[in-house]
């Protein structure tokens, strides 16, 4: 084992590494009590007298590296301490081989069932940032020459969220009266990545004594001028056990191209897809999909897949990405809904993240995202109590449909157009218009048909609409309305003096349903009378 030379290092800075491998005695209050291993009545005790026997090479270099980097590290604990959770046993020895030397490390103390008293959580988090990728598979300890973390300053980043968004739609409902109809889609997958200032780095945890998959860092170079972070994603992703049955989306060919983000204008929807494996791909602990298809653009309408697969929305190729009228950075999941026609319902998930989600890699299909799970439901359309119930009976839609659009457009014409040529709406639509008509003055007057005394209007008419409490001396200040040429002057006469109804003797080939159906983002609730 290369041993380090202690000729040119002060006690200073042998204490301070001392202190920074050395779990504290107490963990009630850790800044007042003194470290175990520097404690004289402690077994074992790590004496200065002697640091050649405790000291280590790679050990030292990880303390150097944490003292560069410290002050841009997360005072909180529990990142290291989610970190220290999810560790392995191979992890535990890998760690034990780089801060103690082999004749401590053969201790009871340092054994693998009492990692929680010797392994101090600052040093394990540092390990796991900075040196994990240069221990070897066969377990040997490291180098400066083997890790490539130690000459550059690497800060743990703000904890980065995705968004998975599970689209939970249902098949069968009935239209409610003025309700969201929310139940038109089958139960649906679809995830999404976040945009251009995303590293992904991680690897695997295997249990110990199990062949260790080589492992590997992605580092990608963006257009913005990203600085290179080799470690940072240690901080937001950690590592899971892929089973070696189940297909990883990294060990595919992926075929397509990733368009550039046009200048201006809506963007169009580049997809491509990978080839289907012969088993699923494991995106979760409990999901897992046969394929994967990746777009690289917005979508205004989202299609929803009817086969088992998982949509990959990535935005690494945009030089910039939309922001709202204030100013603001959208949320992954608000940038979609912002660019989508459709109306979604529902929960977006914990701002902190739920889940852990791999495939987003491609350079290494291990690698785990933590993300931002939404469940969304389509909110559907709003309908008056006397819609059509048939229109929509068992509709499901997948993706969009033009001409099922058009049908349903086509029946709102007709319906329009047979109640404009229908000579009883026509009467319904003038009496409604005398209903709203007021006086100029203060008036007890009602509505009513008067006869003209010139004998015919204009229009060939021989009533116009007045008051009934009209007087000479005030005639321009009371309700008048002239009746237009194609207003049946007989029936109208029946219906004022009928309180609007119109005589049973007067057929009409009124819409007896309504066929109106109005996106929830517009603010018409109900029909216009």
């Known amino acids: 084992m290369p041993m380090i030379n202690l000729a040119d290092i002060s006690l200073s800075k042998l204490r301070g590494y001392r202190d920074f491998v050395s779990p504290f005695l107490r963990r009630i209050n850790p800044k007042a009590f003194q470290p175990a291993l520097t404690n004289h009545s402690h077994r074992p005790f790590f004496s200065l007298d002697c640091p050649e026997t405790w000291t280590t090479r790679s050990g030292y270099e990880l303390y150097e590296t944490w003292l560069k980097n410290s002050k841009d590290l997360n005072k909180e604990n529990a990142h290291a301490q989610a970190l220290l959770d999810d560790a392995t046993a191979r ?23 009492n990692f929680h008293n010797w392994i101090r959580l600052v040093a394990y988090e540092a390990w796991m940032l900075w040196f994990k990728e240069g221990v070897r598979g066969d ?45 038109l889609f089958k139960d649906r997958f679809k995830s ?24 590997s860092v992605v580092n990608r170079e963006l257009k913005g001028g990203l600085k290179e ?11 899971r056990s892929i089973s070696p049955e189940i297909p990883i989306l990294g060990s595919l060919d992926v075929t397509g191209k990733i368009d550039k983000k046009p200048a201006k204008g809506k963007a169009r929807v580049i997809a491509y897809t990978l080839p289907k494996p012969s088993g699923p791909i494991k995106l979760m602990t ?27 929305l990535d935005l690494s190729a945009w030089e910039s990405l939309p922001r709202k009228s204030n100013g603001d950075k959208y949320s992954i999941d608000a940038l979609i809904r912002a660019e989508d026609q459709d109306s979604w319902g529902g929960s977006a998930g914990r701002p902190a993240g739920e889940v852990y989600v791999v495939g987003f890699d491609e350079g290494d299909p291990t690698e785990s995202v933590h993300c931002r799970r939404a469940y969304l439901h389509c909110n559907g359309v709003h309908v008056c109590e006397h819609f059509d119930q048939d229109i929509l009976e068992g509709c499901e839609r997948y993706e969009p ?65 007045g008051c009934s409490a009209w007087k000479y001396t005030k005639r321009d200040k009371h309700r008048y309305l002239p009746i237009p040429s194609n207003i049946d002057e007989d029936i109208l006469l029946k219906v004022m003096a009928n309180d609007g109804v119109f005589p049973p003797n007067i057929a009409s080939n009124t819409n007896t349903v309504c066929v109106l159906a109005v996106h929830p983002q517009i603010a018409l609730k109900a029909c216009r009378e």
């Open 192 to 215: 999404v990545a976040t945009g251009p200032d995303q590293h992904h780095a991680n690897d695997t945890n295997d249990d110990d004594g199990c062949p260790h998959r080589q492992q």
């Open 229 to 239: 972070c080799e470690g940072m994603s240690r901080a937001i992703k950690r590592s």
């Open 91 to 113: 992890d535990i020895k890998q760690f034990r081989d780089v801060i103690t030397s082999p004749e401590y490390a053969t201790l009871d103390y340092f054994s693998t069932d």
């Open 286 to 312: 409990k999901l897992t999909v046969d394929y994967m298809l990746t777009i690289t653009s917005l979508p205004s309408t989202w299609t929803v897949p009817q086969d088992n697969s998982a949509t990959l």
């Open 139 to 183: 377990g040997s300890r490291p180098s400066s020459q083997m890790s490539m973390y130690t000459s550059m300053s690497i800060s743990r980043p703000v904890f980065f969220s995705v968004v998975v968004a599970q689209i939970l739609c249902y098949s069968s409902c009935r239209l409610p009266h003025l309700k969201n109809l929310s139940k």
């Open 401 to 465: 449909d033009d001409n099922e659009m058009r049908e349903l457009w086509n029946r709102e014409l007709d319906a329009n157009a047979r109640e404009a040529l229908e000579e009883v709406n026509i009467v319904s639509r003038f009496y409604s218009e005398i209903q709203k008509l007021k006086c100029k003055v203060p008036c007890t007057g009602q509505p009513m048909m008067r006869q003209l005394a010139s004998g015919h209007s204009k229009f060939g008419k021989t009533y116009f609409v």
